[in-house]
């Protein structure tokens, strides 16, 4: 998605005195209802600036380059969420574009078929994926009995007796829906899955019995992605919109697990999305309750909602390393509040208590100040989670703000630095060191990056929070 200067306009006489609600992932607790002193935006027209997407039209013949791309559904300001429609938006070589999803993997076709008659156990394996998700066409299977996705040693497992949409039963594990066509299962983290049929009883079943799948996706290997980047340089003359900033400083979390723990303990409540089983997204726990934020461009409608995970402490277990923390995976549950010029989507997850003790982040209500000191907990590329906190695009090596207030999808909306991101990172949150709550949603590119202000994202959804 490209930074359109679209004409709408940003909501005038915007309450802004702060908020600043604590995370619980930090020391000191949870401090609610604290006011801080703010400013009141003026509300302008967007200026419009030459781009691809100058006329606002979404460009999806040029989708199919590969470019990074986002979800947009045209949207009311501070909007309920509903379920419309999607378009793909495409990035101009010299503009500031949107960090965008991150296509992650792909969709297969299979016909793979397991009953009492025959093997209980089929494997789906892609060499070199990250992630191995599958399809149920049908799961039908006799009473007691049921069916386990699990990796090859067991220690990832989900369980379910029936299908969900039908009838959900308390110990299945949960499950993603797409349209009406089935369930898929939670994803295994890995790059094989086994569907197992596990029976109580010996001897066959009824003709009725049985499990068929009929779709498996699966993340793209390590040189599936980087032939991917190289025609993506190719569609664009060797030139694209990068929003890694001079060379990359973000490093794997738990590199900065000793030398800066507050910073580390705030990318707790930070999450991957993995959306429609193929691309990838950020989201963070916002108060408290049962509240996460990511971009619009990544959740903009229900339909997106209802197919997603939402992966916590994936994280690498070792600064460098390769090793991938115990995983916890929750899917959406309700898209609650959405805006497509503030580009962000309010939302839920089923399961909330497995993933609660991650804890939540704070908001900072108040207008970024330039040159105040910021860090960016993300998901850049899908990546295990990775912290911005150096920055060589800055005098003094630091990730801060360089434009106290830029043009986003309208005039002002923004907030801008140079802390490196990638695609994938869209929904992370923007966090002030000085009080180690989050200031802006990241979720545009271009050198300087940039991230709506929290100060305008927060009159829409305090109702909520």
């Known amino acids: 998605m490209t930074r359109r200067r679209t004409g709408l306009l940003v909501a005038a006489g915007v309450a802004v005195a702060a908020l600043a609600v604590g995370s619980d992932a930090a020391a000191g607790g949870p401090v609610i209802g604290h006011l801080m002193a703010g400013s009141t935006p003026h509300a302008t027209a967007a200026a419009h600036r030459g781009s691809d997407a100058r006329t606002g039209a979404h460009d999806a013949a040029n989708a199919t380059t590969g470019r990074h791309t986002g979800h947009g559904d045209a949207a009311t300001s501070g909007s309920h969420a509903g379920g419309t429609g999607r378009a793909r938006h495409t990035e101009s070589a010299t503009e500031p574009a949107a960090v965008g999803v991150e296509e992650a993997g792909s969709q297969d076709s299979v016909t793979r078929h397991v009953d009492y008659s025959g093997s209980p156990t089929t494997r789906f394996s892609y060499p070199g994926a990250d992630y191995v998700k599958v399809h149920f066409a049908r799961l039908l299977v006799r009473p007691g009995d049921w069916v386990t996705v699990s990796d090859e040693s067991g ?8 299908d969900p949409r039908l009838l959900k039963l308390p110990k299945d594990s949960p499950s993603t829906v797409s349209g009406s066509d089935g369930f898929w299962a939670m994803s295994i ?22 499990v068929d799948v009929d779709k498996v996706a699966h993340g793209f290997t390590a040189s599936q992605r980087a032939d991917r980047e190289h025609k993506e340089r190719l569609a664009e003359g060797g030139r694209r919109p990068e929003s890694v900033c001079g060379s990359d400083d973000a490093q794997d979390a738990v590199c ?18 993995l959306i429609n089983g193929t691309t990838l997204c950020t989201a963070w726990r916002v108060t408290a309750d049962d509240r996460m934020l990511t971009n619009h461009h990544c959740l903009g409608d229900q339909a997106d909602t209802s197919n997603t995970e939402v992966w916590f402490n994936y994280q690498c277990s070792s600064c460098g390393g390769s090793e991938i923390a115990p995983v916890t995976k ?41 040159g105040e000191q910021v860090y ?3 998901h850049p590329e899908g990546d295990p989670t990775k912290l911005a906190i150096a920055s060589d695009g800055e005098n003094n090596s630091t990730c801060q703000i360089d434009q106290a207030t830029i043009d986003g999808y309208a005039s002002n909306s923004d907030t801008g630095y140079r802390c490196d991101t990638a695609p ?9 060191r000085s009080t180690n709550r989050v200031i802006a949603l990241h979720h545009l590119g271009g050198c300087p990056n940039s991230g709506v202000r929290i100060d305008l994202i927060y009159p829409q959804i305090k109702s909520l929070l």
Do not use: C, N
């Open 189 to 210: 983290t890995g790059d094989t899955a086994v569907v197992t049929l596990h029976k109580t009883l010996p001897g066959p079943g009824l003709g009725k019995f049985g």
């Open 256 to 273: 900065y697990k000793t030398s800066h723990p507050v910073e580390y303990q705030h990318s707790l409540p930070v999450a991957r999305l």
């Open 376 to 378: 960016i907990p993300q």
């Open 330 to 370: 929750v899917p959406a549950d309700k898209l609650l509040r959405t805006d497509e010029t503030l580009d962000y989507s309010l939302f839920s997850v089923s399961d909330f208590a497995s993933i609660k003790h991650f804890g939540y982040l704070g908001l900072d209500i108040r207008k970024p100040k330039a």
């Open 155 to 162: 220690r990832q497992s989900y369980t379910y007796r029936g």
């Open 424 to 432: 994938g990172a869209s929904g992370s949150p923007v966090i002030a």
